[in-house]
């Protein structure tokens, strides 16, 4: 009676080794740079160009703040210095200027979630065209897992298994 457990115990667990194996030899991975990919198109280019621009303007309007406040403390320190001030006036200055270098640090945080949404909005569209021609070209190809190289999760990959280029050819048309 125990032989027949044992014998039973056995071929359930060769059974099982097996199935796995099986489903362990059908899974087909591949690995794809998905930095490589952006950096060739156009319109990542694109995008790039009008996020410099925006940024370059809300930073000419920051420095234009910041040079205002500047030549204010400055206007406001030669009025202290030559007594033209009484010292409730002198406060009420140093009040504004405390407002001014508020603004400047609001419009910087503001400047900055500005050139966020600007980038995610424009990019969000083109990952998403990149990620869809990985998949199709993972699904054209059988593989059940396509792997990012250039998030450095990947320690070691034949190059057999790169589809990078054939990414690269479904984005371009080619």
């Known amino acids: 009676m125990k032989m ?3 014998l039973k115990y056995f071929l359930v667990s060769t059974l099982v ?15 794809v ?5 952006l ?4 319109e990542v280019k694109a ?11 809300m930073q000419k309007k920051g ?12 206007e406001l320190q030669r009025k202290r210095d030559a007594g033209e001030l009484s010292p409730r006036q002198l406060e009420a ?10 603004k400047i640090r609001q419009f910087d945080t503001e400047m900055q979630t500005s050139i966020l949404q600007k980038q995610q909005e424009l990019l ?8 869809n021609a990985i998949e199709e070209v993972a699904k054209s190809q059988g593989y059940t897992m396509v792997f990012d190289s250039s998030a450095g999760s990947i320690l070691y990959a034949d190059d057999a298994t790169n589809i990078t280029s054939q990414v690269k050819a479904k984005l371009t048309g080619n």
């Open 4 to 6: 027949k457990k044992i």
């Open 17 to 31: 080794l097996c199935s796995v194996g099986m489903m362990q030899a059908q899974q087909k991975f591949a690995y």
């Open 33 to 37: 740079n998905s930095q490589e990919l």
């Open 39 to 42: 950096q060739d198109l156009p």
């Open 47 to 57: 995008a790039d160009a009008e996020i410099q621009t925006l940024q370059q303007q």
């Open 63 to 74: 420095q234009e703040m910041f040079e205002s406040y500047q030549n204010k403390a400055m």
């Open 93 to 102: 200055e140093a009040e504004k200027l405390s407002e001014d270098e508020n």
């Open 124 to 131: 969000a569209p083109i990952q998403e065209k990149v990620n």
